[in-house]
């Protein structure tokens, strides 16, 4: 018991000095990262409705808040401020929708910038500075377009589109890793992500690339003339099938499944839920969109109709003009028309797990009564006596003015 002791005390000192030595080396990240003497820009590129995150890699130390800049061109005038000089702005990501405006799209969390759902409009300069106009460190980021993008489906003997090379310059598509698995237990689904790239000589040395000679083909240090030529080509996706087991659930606990077990021999079927269901009633004819909570565009999403597999091969956008129901790049299900067939619940698989159930009822919109306190009521008596108050002073205005014309055209009586 005494020898035990002092080994205790021995080992909580080692683990206190490892914590402080662990704490003292996440300080020091700035610290290890010099910021080069002359600004350059790293190349960045992503897919639309994509989230990204650009990190600042090096500042001075006695800077304590950032702030980001985003710039179309290097040595625009105008300039957008991302920050409200606080060096910290945080949004709801769940809130945001596709095509709003950068500023309500982005947020600022240790002095990296997260940008959700970016357009290609987003596509520019960002940069790592401070509210004085220092600039620490650079981003040239290219977001590329989902509209007309190539698929290629694997199982079908299709292949991506073949390189392209010419005197100045060649174009290719660079793929990312495959993703996992989008069910489990069943036939699934991998996806993979292509982008544009551009290899040339004549690209501008400010910018910073992974490859000499090799960056995105929207990226600002391939001139205006190249760019043009780089638009033909457009990002690819490639599909293929897949098969992954399910991971092991916990069993239930040992009362909850005797009471089950005692149902079920009663005659009745145990219910037992599975995952988060969401009920929803839909007017009949109106167009619906469904998003799989938590997904992001590049996590591998599927979807279900109750026992029915929605397979991208055969409900990707665009595979067929004529669908009314087809899931778009970005993993949201689409539903054109609602119709009463499409009555039923809706699974969500999220990274080979199946995440949620959103139950659809669809029936016709009822025709409310419309009392004074609605606001549709009180906007249209303030628009219908505004208009009667104009009309009438038009309409007072001109019997003054034929009474005055013939008073002065009159001429006196004596």
């Known amino acids: 018991?005494?020898?035990?002791?002092?080994?205790?005390?021995?080992?909580?000192?080692?683990?206190?000095?490892?914590h402080s030595f662990a704490i003292e080396e996440k300080e020091d990240v700035f610290k290890r990262m010099v910021c080069p003497a002359f600004l350059m820009f790293d190349n960045a590129a992503y897919l639309a409705d994509m989230t990204f995150e650009l990190p600042c890699n090096c500042k001075p130390e006695e800077v304590s808040n950032v702030i980001w800049y985003?710039?179309?061109?290097?040595?625009?005038?105008?300039?957008?401020?991302?920050?409200?000089?606080?060096g910290n702005v945080v949004v709801d990501s769940g809130h945001i929708h596709v095509g709003s405006n950068v500023l309500k799209r982005f947020s600022i969390r240790m002095f990296s910038l997260i940008v959700f759902r970016a357009q290609v409009t987003d596509s520019g300069l960002y940069l790592c500075?401070?509210?004085?106009?220092?600039?620490?460190?650079?981003?040239?980021?290219?977001?590329?377009?989902?509209?007309?993008?190539?698929?290629?489906f694997v199982d079908r003997g299709e292949h991506v589109q073949d390189d392209y090379t010419g005197k100045l310059f060649s174009l290719f598509t660079t793929f990312w890793d495959w993703t996992k698995c989008d069910r489990?237990?069943?036939?699934?689904?991998?996806?993979r992500i292509g982008l544009c790239y551009m290899r040339s000589a004549k690209l501008h040395p400010r910018y910073?690339?992974?490859?000499?000679?090799?960056?995105?083909?929207?990226?600002?240090?391939?001139?205006?003339?190249?760019?043009?030529?780089?638009?033909?080509?457009?990002?690819?996706?490639?599909?293929?099938?897949?098969?992954?087991?399910?991971?092991?659930?916990?069993?239930?606990?040992?009362?909850?499944?005797?009471?089950?077990?005692?149902?079920y021999k009663l005659g009745q079927k145990p219910w037992l839920p599975h995952v988060p269901t969401q009920f929803h009633?839909?007017?009949?004819?109106?167009?619906?969109?469904?998003?799989?909570?938590?997904a992001r565009p590049e996590h591998a999403v599927a979807w279900d109709k109750d026992s029915v597999r929605l397979y991208r091969s055969n409900f990707l956008v665009g595979v067929n003009q004529s669908m009314r129901v087809f899931i778009d790049h970005g993993n949201h299900l689409h539903i054109q028309r609602v119709q009463f067939s499409d009555k039923g619940t809706y699974f969500c698989w999220r990274e080979g797990q199946l995440v949620a159930g959103f139950?659809?009822?669809?029936?016709?919109?009822?025709?409310?009564?419309?009392?004074?306190?609605?606001?549709?009521?009180?906007?249209?008596?303030?628009?219908?006596?505004?208009?009667?108050v104009l009309i009438s002073a038009i309409f007072v205005g001109i019997h003054v003015c034929r009474c005055c014309r013939q008073v002065f055209r009159c001429p006196g009586t004596t």
């Not at 489990?184 to 996806?191: M, S, T």
């Not at 004074?372 to 906007?379: A, G, K, S, V």
């Open 129 to 152: 500075g401070t509210k004085k106009g220092d600039f620490f460190y650079g981003y040239d980021v290219d977001v590329q377009p989902t509209k007309h993008i190539t698929v290629a």
């Open 208 to 263: 910073r690339t992974a490859l000499p000679n090799v960056t995105s083909c929207g990226s600002r240090a391939v001139s205006t003339w190249l760019q043009r030529r780089g638009r033909r080509w457009k990002p690819e996706v490639a599909i293929r099938s897949c098969l992954s087991p399910c991971v092991k659930e916990q069993d239930p606990q040992e009362g909850v499944q005797a009471i089950s077990n005692i149902i």
């Open 1 to 18: 018991m005494e020898t035990g002791l002092p080994r205790a005390v021995l080992l909580l000192c080692m683990v206190d000095v490892l």
């Open 359 to 388: 139950r659809l009822s669809v029936g016709h919109q009822r025709q409310r009564r419309r009392t004074l306190n609605d606001p549709e009521t009180i906007y249209a008596v303030k628009a219908i006596s505004t208009s009667y």
């Open 184 to 191: 489990c237990g069943v036939r699934g689904e991998q996806r």
């Open 281 to 294: 009633k839909h007017p009949v004819g109106r167009d619906l969109i469904i998003a799989c909570p938590g």
């Open 70 to 86: 985003f710039q179309k061109t290097m040595g625009s005038k105008e300039t957008m401020v991302l920050t409200d000089f606080a």
